[in-house]
C-alpha cells in the first residue's frame, strides 16, 4: 500500500480514496473487464432492495450537457438473490465493499442489515434514503425528520458493521439530515445523491423520460456536491464520502479539500471505463504538484480549520 494515498472513513481503511459510488449502471463486474480492482480504495454495490424491482419504463437515461438524468428506478434482483449471486463475486474480489440498500418500510432496512452482518466480505453498509427515481415516496425516508431518525436508530441496533447514510439535497436541508445521523451514530454520510432534474423534447414538449424526472450526474453536479461536502463537513464532525462531477485527480483533490476522507466515481466511468484506475495512478504526482505530500495531509489541514474542531481543542 502507498501510504500517502491512505485514508480512512470512519473504521473503513482504504489504500486511496478512489471508490466507487453506487449507481444503476457501473459495477464492479464491469470494470473487472477493463483493470484489476484491487487498485481501488472501495466499491460500493448497486443498491439492493429486499424484493425484486423491475425499474421504471425505459428509456431510463438520457445524456445532458455534462453529465446524464437516469431514471432506472433501483432494478435489482432483490437482497435474497443479491447474495446468493453476487457475494461470491465479492469474496474473490479482494477491494473493501459496501453494500447499498433501500427499504419501503423500516422492518425491510432492519431485515436487509440482519442478512448482511454475518456476511464477512461485507465492509459496511450504505443506506440510500433518497432516491429520486421511484414512485414509493416510502424508500424515500430522509424529508420526515422525526421518522428519519427513528429509522437510523432501529437501523444502528442492529448494525454490526460501518453504517454509512447517503443523503441528497432534493427534500431535506443536508445539514439537518448529516446532524440526525450523528446524533444515531451513523459512522459517515454520503453527499451527494443524485439531485432531482428534468430533460425536455423540443417537438414534443413532453419529458425525454416516461416519469418526467430523474436523477442528474456527472460533470455538471460538482459546484453543487462541493458546496455541499463543504457546508457539512463545516457543521458537523463526521466522515464524509464526497461524490458528484469528479471526473479526475484535481477533482479528487478538490473534493477533499472541501472536507471529504473519500470520493466517490460514477459517471466519469460511464465515459472513460478506465477513469477511476487513472485517477488513482496520477494521484500522488498531482498531490505533489499543489504541494501535498499525502491525502491524509489534506484531510488534517481541512479538518483544523472546522469551527467544530476549534471548539473541541478549547475544551481540552
Avoid at 431514471?71 to 461470491?88: A, D, H, Q, T
Avoid at 436541508?173 to 443524485?194: G, P, Y
Wanted: with cysteine.
Amino acid at each position: 500500500m502507498d501510504t500517502k494515498l491512505k485514508t480512512k472513513v470512519a473504521q473503513l481503511f482504504l489504500k486511496n480514496p478512489i471508490t466507487i459510488a453506487s449507481g444503476p449502471f457501473v459495477h464492479g463486474e464491469y470494470l473487472e473487464t477493463f483493470h484489476d480492482l484491487d487498485i481501488l480504495g472501495a466499491i460500493t454495490t448497486k443498491t439492493v432492495t429486499f424484493n425484486p424491482r423491475k425499474g421504471n419504463q425505459s428509456p431510463r437515461l438520457v445524456e445532458i450537457e455534462n453529465g446524464y438524468i437516469n431514471s432506472v428506478g433501483l432494478k435489482n434482483v432483490g437482497i435474497k438473490r443479491f447474495i446468493e449471486m453476487k457475494i461470491p463475486f465479492i469474496e474473490e474480489m479482494n477491494v473493501p465493499t459496501i453494500v447499498s440498500i433501500a427499504g419501503e418500510s423500516k422492518e425491510e432496512y432492519v431485515r436487509m442489515v440482519e442478512m448482511l452482518n454475518p456476511i464477512e466480505c461485507v465492509s459496511a453498509i450504505e443506506i440510500n434514503v433518497s432516491c429520486p427515481n421511484v414512485q414509493n415516496k416510502s424508500i424515500i425516508f430522509e424529508s420526515d425528520v422525526e421518522g428519519f431518525g427513528d429509522l437510523l436508530k432501529s437501523i444502528r441496533n442492529v448494525c454490526k458493521k460501518p453504517l454509512f447514510v447517503k443523503i441528497s439535497n432534493n427534500n431535506a436541508d443536508v445539514v439537518t439530515t448529516a446532524k440526525i445521523c450523528k446524533e444515531q451514530n451513523i459512522d459517515a454520510v454520503v453527499l451527494l445523491n443524485s439531485p432531482s432534474g428534468m430533460s425536455l423534447n423540443l417537438n414534443s414538449g413532453q419529458s425525454n423520460l416516461p416519469r418526467q424526472y430523474g436523477g442528474m450526474s456527472g460533470k455538471i453536479l460538482k459546484p453543487v456536491a462541493l458546496k455541499v461536502v463543504d457546508q457539512v463537513s463545516n457543521a458537523v464532525d463526521i466522515p464524509i464520502i464526497g461524490v458528484g462531477g469528479i471526473s479526475n485527480t484535481d477533482d479528487v483533490i478538490e473534493m477533499l479539500l472541501a472536507g471529504a476522507s473519500a470520493v466517490g466515481i460514477g459517471s466519469a466511468i460511464m465515459w472513460d471505463p478506465l477513469a477511476a484506475y487513472k485517477m488513482v495512478i496520477n494521484l500522488e504526482k498531482d498531490l505533489q504538484k499543489y504541494n501535498y505530500n499525502s491525502v491524509e495531509e489534506i484531510i488534517l489541514k481541512v479538518k483544523q480549520t472546522r469551527q467544530w474542531y476549534i471548539e473541541s481543542q478549547k475544551i481540552k
